[in-house]
């Protein structure tokens, strides 16, 4: 199980993963540390040199629980990009 927070960033030969990991209820209220069990896969296809959006997927104990719409996440890719 990924215990990490902030993102982190993989590339896979044509595949881009921002991998994010929020901080859980507990830790964002000052609660005390609990091991993250849920974060987020934002996959991005990478052709001629450019990433394009491809998918978010949100994990829990590695496995996938809900694969998110673009409307779900456009407005935080939109500030994860700078755009």
Request: glycine share 8%; net charge negative.
């Amino acid at each position: 199980m990924l215990t990490r927070r902030g993102f982190d960033v993989r590339e896979n030969g044509e595949e881009l993963l921002a991998i994010f990991y929020p901080p859980t209820i507990e830790e964002a209220g000052g609660e005390g540390e609990i091991p993250n069990q849920r974060y987020y896969v934002i996959k991005f296809k990478i052709r001629n040199g450019l990433a394009y959006y491809d998918s978010t997927t949100l994990m829990e104990n590695d496995k996938p629980i809900k694969v998110l719409n673009i409307d779900e996440v456009e407005l935080w890719l939109e500030s994860f990009l700078g755009e």
